[in-house]
């Protein structure tokens, strides 16, 4: 049996949050598994040192995590065979207020889950015979302390058969973050700005139709400003046309000034939603409070 270590484990934003979901929908703790696939790739690292002969190469294993399966914890876990479609990695156990470690319990069923050969599997592109268990564990918590908004902690795991411990691993989130906007060839922002004409040309002698044209701008300046005032406060257009173009790197005091504002809007928003979700609280428990008055539980 081998024993390697996995590189790096992915996960996709909308498995996470669908995990993270499940754990806080259910009125317990919850624990299930882990699919998904697991890929072998070799990496000849590159150096310049005139020095070293050669460069040693080494295999690379990424596990990505696809799909789950949750019950509630005192179940026992539904362990089946693995088949082509879909590979057993491991499992996870979410539970409230608890410290983000295994416990002894974690490592006993993790022991029983790696110690069977018939959940073993091997790696896409292996160029030679592996069988690797399923070796991941997945740890999910809540604070110790109630709050208001919902606040999540996770840390990923995998079982040395070699070592009987936990290894922490780094978990990578598909799609969210910046380590993954290297994936995308191209990006074209999407402003929420509207429309405007940015040069307010004033009239030209030479061409006497310029007036009018120049008289339509100013108008459709002024309602431009009006709608402009809504998304960044006290910036005019000609103030903001400085902000575009090839001479937008002379004015970062202004762009600063601009992202401070919009981040004194984001904090003040933050702020009535925390309001209003402790209002919206307090009124689920005034509800409750009638409902069983009502009924005569009280």
């Not at 022991?111 to 790696?123: D, E, I, K, N, W």
Request: hydrophobic share 35%.
């Amino acid at each position: 049996m081998d024993d390697l270590p996995i590189n790096k484990i992915q996960i996709s934003g909308t498995t996470l949050t669908s995990l993270l979901h499940r754990l806080f929908s259910s009125p317990g703790d919850i624990h299930g598994l882990l699919f998904g696939h697991v890929s072998f790739s070799t990496t000849t690292p590159l150096s310049d040192d005139l020095t070293s002969a050669t460069s040693s190469s080494g295999p690379t294993l990424t596990a990505t995590i696809t799909n789950f399966l949750s019950i509630p914890s005192h179940f026992p876990l539904p362990l089946h065979q693995n088949d082509n479609s879909t590979l057993l990695l491991g499992w996870f156990s979410g539970r409230r207020k608890t410290p983000l470690r295994p416990s002894l319990n974690d490592s006993q069923t993790t022991l029983s889950l790696t110690s069977s050969s018939s959940y073993h599997f091997t790696p896409q592109d292996s160029p030679c015979p592996l069988s690797l268990p399923p070796s991941l564990f997945l740890l999910l918590t809540t604070p110790f302390q109630e709050q208001l908004i919902h606040t999540h902690e996770y840390k990923c795991y995998q079982y040395r058969v070699s070592s009987v411990t936990f290894e922490p691993r780094s978990l990578d989130i598909v799609n969210i973050g910046p380590s993954f906007r290297s994936n995308y060839g191209s990006f074209s922002p999407i402003s929420p700005f509207p429309t405007m004409a940015c040069d307010l040309r004033g009239p030209n002698a030479m061409v006497e139709d310029e007036k009018i044209e120049s008289l339509v701008g100013i108008k459709r300046g002024l309602k431009d400003q009006k709608e402009l005032d809504l998304c960044a406060e006290g910036f005019e257009i000609g103030r903001l046309g400085k902000l575009m173009g090839s001479d937008a790197s002379n004015y970062t005091a202004e762009l600063e000034s601009l992202y401070d504002k919009m981040l004194v809007k984001l904090d003040s928003l933050a702020r009535l939603v925390e309001k209003s979700s402790a209002k919206v609280l307090e009124q689920e428990n005034h509800n409750m409070k009638l409902r069983s008055k009502v009924a005569g539980l009280e």
